[in-house]
Structures are given as structure tokens and as C-alpha cells.
């Protein structure tokens, strides 16, 4: 099908969790109420908190990302309709986008995601507002291996990284796909792993978890399937005019979960 090789190539994962810095929150936190570990859980645990405003009436997305890498409006636009679309947030989803210098290094692992955000979020959890921090990296990651990139990852429960700069390198030329529909279909894949899916704390109404790629949909017209094959085959994504939707099933365990 047209949607197996856009998810093929993009090779999206997710960390179930990187180390806490618990010496991390500092006087200034402690007086306007501000816990930064409750920003550093597993993938997926905060799956609720983000799909239904029974804790948060309102949701900011910290965008963040390295000079010369910024994300597509239009992406963005998607993203947040996407967002609209699955949660209950009657305060809003709004966005705040800033730049920040090259941190100088070829290739990251997710512990060097890791120190970046812990470093640069300033945005966390208050009182009716969850916070999620999404970075455009230059760099690739250092799992990536031959033919067989990552695009994106969700390493904490309100925290994905994508790897822009190779992202770049699938969607510059006339012949390859849409940089916004490429953009659009890795961080809304990422941010699914942060609601949940696939059976990572959004619980699974029916089994449609793929036996062989764990916490990925076994639908392979889903936005959360996953297949590892040649990113020779994005090219058949040249023709495609929207990103993979999320199946029935996924939508189901959303909606049993808080969501829409």
C-alpha cells in the first residue's frame, strides 16, 4: 500500500525513558511550583493527562529547534489539528517557537537529547497546563545504520526529538516527498507514542499491537505501523497528498483513554 513505505523509511522510535536528574529543580522552581521530573516519565504515562482535561484544561507545545531547521508552518498547522482533533483541551493548544545555536555535534545520542532539552526547556507542568517539549535537531542519531535512518523519537512522557537535518535530506529534491508531509507524518507517529499507542499506557481495546515491532499498530494503512525496510522506498511517497491517519483501533484506545 502507498502508506507502507512512508512509514518503512522513516524508521520513528521511542525510548521508554532516559535517567532522571533529580538535583534538577531549583529554588526558583520550588517558589512558583514547578516539578521537572513530573516532565521526565516513561513514554506514554502521561497518555491521560494529554487526552483529557480532567488535570489540564489547556496544552503549550515549547517548539525548539536549531538555526537553519525550522519546521513547516503548514506542519505545524497539522500538528496542532491533529492535537484538536484527539484531546480535550477547551483553554487551547497553543505554540511557542524559538531558535537556539547549533550545539556542534555530527551525530546524538538520546542522552545528548536528553542534556539539550534539560538545558534549554523552560516551559514545564503548572496548575491547569501540561507542557510538551518537541526539538528539530540538526545531527542524525546515532542509531542510524546504513540504509535504515531515524526521523523522530518520543524519549519521555512530553518529549520527542526530530532529527530535521536528515529529515531534510529525504524531502530536498523534486523527486522526493513533501517536506511538510514528511514533517507532519513523523511528529504526529511521535507524539501517538506520547499519547499511548501502541499499548504504551493508552490501553489497547482490541489486539492490533504488531508482534514483531512492539508498541507499533499492525495496521499498515495506520500512522502508527511500523515496517524496517530500504529508505530507498520513500520515493513512492512523491504522489501522496495527506500523511497516514491513525486506524479505528488506535482512535479507540484514545477515546477509552480520555481522547477523542
Not at 502507498?2 to 532522571?20: E, H, P
Not at 545531527?139 to 524519549?155: E, F, I, M, P, Q
Not at 507532519?184 to 501517538?192: A, K, Q
Amino acid at each position: 500500500m502507498k502508506y507502507r513505505a512512508l512509514i518503512v523509511i522513516v524508521v520513528l522510535t521511542l525510548v521508554f525513558g532516559c535517567s532522571k536528574d533529580e538535583s534538577s529543580t531549583t529554588e526558583e522552581d520550588q517558589i512558583f511550583n514547578i516539578d521537572k521530573n513530573l516532565n521526565r516519565q516513561t513514554t506514554g504515562s502521561s497518555a491521560n493527562d494529554l487526552l483529557s482535561d480532567a488535570a489540564f484544561k489547556s496544552m503549550v507545545i515549547e517548539l525548539v529547534y536549531v538555526e537553519g531547521f525550522e519546521p513547516n508552518q503548514t506542519t505545524i498547522d497539522n500538528f496542532i489539528s491533529f492535537l484538536n482533533n484527539r484531546t480535550f483541551k477547551p483553554n487551547g493548544i497553543t505554540v511557542e517557537k524559538r531558535e537556539i545555536a547549533s550545539p556542534g555535534k555530527d551525530t546524538y545520542t538520546i542522552n545528548d537529547i536528553a542534556d539539550i532539552e534539560k538545558a534549554e526547556r523552560t516551559l514545564y507542568n503548572t496548575v491547569d497546563k501540561i507542557a510538551v517539549w518537541a526539538l528539530f535537531i540538526d545531527g542524525k542519531s546515532d542509531k542510524d545504520s546504513g540504509s535504515s535512518v531515524v526521523l523522530g523519537t518520543a524519549y519521555w512522557n512530553t518529549s520527542f526529538v526530530i532529527f530535521e537535518e536528515t529529515l531534510h535530506g529525504f524531502s530536498n529534491s523534486t523527486f522526493e516527498p513533501n517536506r511538510a508531509l514528511l514533517e507532519t507524518t513523523v511528529i504526529n507517529h511521535e507524539f501517538g507514542h506520547i499519547l499511548g499507542l501502541t499499548n504504551l499506557g493508552s490501553t489497547m481495546q482490541e489486539d492490533h499491537e504488531d508482534e514483531e515491532h512492539e508498541k507499533h499498530c499492525n495496521e499498515e494503512s495506520c500512522l502508527m505501523y511500523w515496517a524496517a525496510e530500504s529508505g530507498a522506498n520513500i520515493s513512492n511517497m512523491v504522489n501522496m497528498s495527506a500523511a497516514p491517519q491513525l486506524d479505528a483501533q488506535c482512535i479507540a484506545d484514545l477515546q477509552a483513554n480520555g481522547g477523542k
